[in-house]
Structures are given as C-alpha cells and as structure tokens.
Nanobody, 114 residues
Framework: VRLVESGGGLVQPGESLTLSCAGS????????MAWYRQAPGNQRELVAR???????TYADSVRGRFTISRNDAKYTLYLQMNSLKPTDTAVYYC?????????WGQGTQVTVSS
C-alpha cells in the first residue's frame, strides 16, 4: 500500500492550500484516515482525522481553519488549509488513524512565510 501526498508549497500568512493524499481502496475505505505534520525539531502530530463515517476531528491548533475530507470513489484524502500561519510550517503526511508504519509516505512540505 502506498500513500502519496501532494499540494504543498510556499505561501504567505493568511493564504490557503489544499493537500491531497492518493491511496488505495484498501486503505481509504476500511480505515479512519488522518493528516499528520512534523515541523523541524518537533515530534509528528496528528492534525486532523476523518472517521469512516465521515466525522472529522481536529487538533486545537487548526480547528476552524483546516477541513479534512475524503473521496472514497477516488481513494483520495484532502486537507483544505485556510488562514495559514507560520506555525503551520511542516512536512504534512497522511496515514491511517492509528498510523501504520508501513503506510508512511514522503510527505509534502508546507512553508508559510512572508
């Protein structure tokens, strides 16, 4: 199983980005999925989670600014990120929740800087 993240980039504070995670039906249909991020010097943290039912949950730091969604027909997970802050700068990864070591991909870099 391979998860491939994309959509990162360099943006200014206040701008938006949408991340995508292309997976396989085996992963996206039967597991809760999540976005994680890791900033330099920090541990990887869970940012947003979406249950198989579609119910989302968010870390306090992103609630109200980020939206997680999934398109099971396309085996794709999304993270819409609005009102980005410099503290959102990190490598973003998708994985199941709980995360499975074999599913970690390369991630996609998000840099928020003026």
């Amino acid at each position: 199983v391979r998860l491939v993240e994309s959509g990162g980039g360099l943006v200014q504070p206040g701008e938006s980005l949408t991340l995508s995670c292309a997976g396989s039906g085996i992963v996206t249909e039967i597991y809760a999925m999540a976005w994680y991020r890791q900033a330099p010097g920090n541990q990887r943290e869970l940012v947003a989670r979406i249950a198989r039912s579609g119910t989302p949950t968010y870390a306090d730091s992103v609630r109200g600014r980020f939206t997680i969604s999934r398109n099971d027909a396309k085996y794709t997970l999304y993270l819409q990120m609005n009102s980005l802050k410099p503290t959102d700068t990190a490598v973003y990864y998708c994985n199941t929740d709980p995360a499975r070591a074999a599913f970690w991909g390369q991630g996609t870099q998000v840099t928020v800087s003026s």
